[in-house]
């Protein structure tokens, strides 16, 4: 009898999960909670919120699936791995104690602080007027990070003292991000690159998936307001072999050696986001699940069966088998709709994604889509991942946008950048 395995989410990430996940010849069932219409081709989908975390709990036992794969951050830091598994089911993804790796800024520095892993200078407060008193005599550009979960809105890079006060109001009087803004961090601003390592871990060992990058902002050129993700290709060539071993000894084994002396070892999917400069990495941040669109990009070059890599995370057992991943560069670019990150259209008929993966090396994942009189429509701000793999970085770039082009809607919009600084380091 083949595996049934149970996704929560309805992004990007949960499709190209799905999409991966369905091609095991281990799997005999995908449910996915609540899911999307392009996970819809290949999974049952159960229609719960993902923040029903119990009666996404309840669906699984009366299930009995095999495993349980949480796509985003908010059901681990409500605890959906431990009540699944005081339910007797495994899950990939981590505990509550240990989701706070990326559900508390203030106990992830305190972590790093604690076991020598690098990272930027910070201090933490929980009065206002102390923050206040601190930021006025740090160095510009300040960075303030609210200590919770704030959907990706909770940090700001400030570069003048009036906007550092201004976002340390909003976030401790206002509390425009709730009790996620009961502390705050305030830290020294790095210079670099950034880019993402996210690895596989049974708490003990890891075994990484290569390096990727995201592009945060809604504009070309790095501008605008931040988004959930706009693009991401991999590899990020910024992320050497040479750093990436020290990634891998300075910052990866000692977190998990200090996870597990903390009593919370992190069994699960962990991501690293880093900042790069001058050989060296440091630490802005962890999350505790794949990224999105990093999966989209990541799950395209991935050759091997993802399934037997999730199950051994949830068990606690990962075998030194390494991963084959194909050696080949691959680029996800994110469509979305007019006016995202603000407010936006939805509803507008989407055509032509047959047509973009008719091309060949190309996946078109959904995220914000509905069927509505029996048509595709759009229904979020991010509506679809395009993703395309060729043999180099330049060409994959090429291709991916060739399949953009098919597909149509209403104000779609897209960076033309996507994957651009790959290519300007390539020629250097
Ligand atoms: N210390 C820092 N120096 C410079 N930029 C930073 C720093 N911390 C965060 N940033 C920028 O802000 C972004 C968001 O911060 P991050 O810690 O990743 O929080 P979140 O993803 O939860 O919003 C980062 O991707 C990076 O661009
Ligand atoms: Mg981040």
Redesign the pocket.
């Known amino acids: 009898m083949g595996l049934k395995i149970l996704i929560v989410g309805s992004g990007g990430r949960e499709h190209a999960l799905v999409w991966k996940i369905a091609q095991s010849p281990l799997v005999e069932k995908i449910f996915a909670a609540p899911g999307n219409p392009g996970i819809a081709g290949s999974a049952e989908l159960v229609p719960v919120p993902v923040d029903e975390t119990s009666r996404i709990v309840d669906f699984a036992v009366k299930q009995r699936v095999d495993l349980t794969v949480v796509g985003p951050e908010a059901p681990l830091a409500a605890g959906i791995t431990d009540d699944l598994t005081r339910r007797g089911l495994l899950v990939c993804g981590p505990s509550k104690a240990a989701a706070q790796l ?1 559900g508390s ?1 203030v106990f992830t520095k305190n972590i790093l602080a604690k076991y020598g892993i690098p ?2 200078e ?1 201090r933490v407060f929980d009065s206002f007027d102390d923050a206040e008193q601190y930021v006025l005599t740090h160095r510009l ?1 300040v ?1 303030i ?1 609210a200590d919770g ?2 959907a ?4 700001s ?1 400030a570069g003048t003292y009036e906007e550092a006060v201004a976002f340390l109001r909003d976030v401790m009087e206002k509390r425009v991000f709730g009790p996620a803004g009961e502390r705050v961090v305030v ?5 670099g690159e ?1 880019a993402s390592y996210i690895v596989f871990s049974d708490g003990e060992k890891f075994v990484p998936l290569p390096s990727s990058q995201d592009h ?1 902002r809604i504009g070309d050129g790095d501008t605008g307001p ?1 988004t959930g993700g706009m693009g991401a290709y991999s590899p990020a060539p910024v992320l050497t072999p040479e750093i990436e071993r020290k990634v891998q000894r300075e910052i990866f084994e000692p977190l998990l050696a200090g996870m597990r002396s903390e009593g919370a070892p992190f069994r699960g999917i962990l991501y690293g ?1 880093l ?1 790069i400069e001058r050989g060296a990495a ?1 630490v ?2 962890f ?1 505790v699940r794949f990224g999105d669109p990093e999966a989209q990009p990541l799950f395209m070059r991935l050759a091997s069966d993802l399934v037997p890599l999730l199950m051994q995370c949830a068990q606690g057992k990962l075998t030194d088998a390494v991963m084959e991943i194909d050696p080949r560069p691959t680029v996800c670019i994110v469509m979305s709709s007019a006016g995202y990150p603000g407010p936006y259209r939805k509803g507008d008929p989407i055509l032509g994604i047959d047509e973009a993966e008719g091309l060949g090396g190309v996946q078109v994942f959904h995220a914000g889509t509905a069927i509505r009189d029996g048509k595709l429509v759009t229904s979020g701000g991010r509506v679809l991942g395009v993703t395309a793999v060729d043999d180099d970085i330049r060409k994959a770039i090429a291709r991916g946008y060739r399949a953009v082009e098919k597909i149509r809607w209403e104000g779609a919009y897209y960076r033309t950048d996507i994957g651009k600084r790959a290519l300007q380091r390539d020629e250097v």
């Open positions: 990326e800024k990272t930027a910070f550009p960075v990070k979960l704030a990706g809105k909770g940090v890079v830290e020294e601003c790095l210079t950034e945060k931040n986001g900042m440091k802005l941040e999350n």
